[in-house]
């Protein structure tokens, strides 16, 4: 248990040592933390049977321009259990800007000690490289003229922009700890046909640690930081605490660089569905309103046995 301790207390020593950050594409908590394949292409293929995740934040706003997002992936391994698949879309709105986002992901295993005869993701003692690669397209749209600006002509045209994208990434599971790296869209300034959006490579980074609280296995505790780097914007941290009670209710919170919190909690309606309400919190800034988000997650099998 002390082991355990100096972990999460290495995880937060790192949060606070991080300088103050912004920006608001980073996807939320909810997102990256049920349906991390949307940042990480070696995601792909993490469970034994089919995962479907729906994700928002933003839509109960009654503020007109307020931020709002929508993702949804499919996610499975294939044959010979080295070879995942996924897909999902993306929607995200801020103001008179909205992008749509489209993608397919494939990964590939390799699992060490062969011998041991339950070596999967889902094995309580998982020792498993997975490799990743993304491909899609992004559809960018500002649409300037609905502002009304009329003696400003950098307002006089909307600005429509088709952008391939292809990524990459990296995800090590040992036992109850795993490290991911990933960039999902390394070739977004190669290939965009209108340079005014001005895209930028993003970059992540991130390390979490699961555990019970006792041998019965009833209490899951996950404590995880992410990290993102985007060329000409400042570095900005997340730091994560999830706690699952049984498969039955779930509830976390955290804190992100650019001075917000977020926070969590859901019910496993059945062995394969659950629901997730999600709130986030500007500290700083009172221009951003409050967001609610909600996460629908439905998975075949055994579900989340």
């Known amino acids: 248990m002390k082991s355990k301790i100096n972990i999460i207390l290495a995880l937060f020593i790192t949060i606070i040592v991080l300088e103050s950050a912004s920006g608001q ?69 801020i103001g008179v800007t909205n992008t749509a986002s489209f993608f397919t992901s494939y990964s590939y295993k390799i699992y060490y000690d062969s011998d041991y005869k339950y070596g999967k993701w889902w094995a309580y003692d998982p020792n498993i490289i997975s490799f990743g690669v993304t491909a899609g397209a992004m559809l960018y749209n500002e649409n300037l003229t609905k502002l009304g600006i009329q003696d400003d002509p950098e307002f006089q045209e909307n600005i429509n922009s088709f952008t391939p994208t292809f990524g990459v990434g990296f995800l090590y599971n040992r036992d109850q700890i795993y490290f991911g790296l990933s960039s999902p869209n390394l070739l977004s300034s190669a290939f965009n046909s209108n340079n005014n959006t001005n895209l930028k490579n993003v970059y992540y980074s991130y ?38 009670y049984k498969n039955k209710v779930e509830f976390g919170g955290g804190y992100r660089t650019s001075k917000s919190l977020n926070f969590l909690a859901g019910f496993h309606l059945s062995d394969n569905f659950r629901v997730i309400c999600t709130y986030n919190k500007s500290i700083e800034n009172i221009v951003i309103p409050d967001n609610f988000g909600l996460v629908l997650n439905y998975r075949l099998g055994k579900g989340f046995e």
Request: net charge negative; no cysteine; charged share 15%.
């Open 25 to 93: 594409q980073t996807p939320v908590f909810s997102s990256y933390n049920y349906n991390a394949v949307l940042i990480n292409p070696a995601h792909a293929g993490y469970y034994n049977t089919i995962d479907m995740v729906m994700t928002t934040n933003g839509y109960f706003n009654s503020i007109d321009g307020s931020p709002k997002n929508f993702d949804f992936s499919v996610n499975k391994l294939t044959w010979g259990e080295k070879i995942g698949l996924a897909a999902g879309i993306s929607y995200d709105e």
């Open 207 to 244: 390390f979490g640690y699961k555990f019970f609280t006792n041998r019965f296995e009833e209490v899951l505790v996950n404590p995880s930081v992410l990290f993102k780097y985007a060329e000409g914007a400042p570095f900005q941290a997340d730091l994560n605490l999830l706690i699952n």
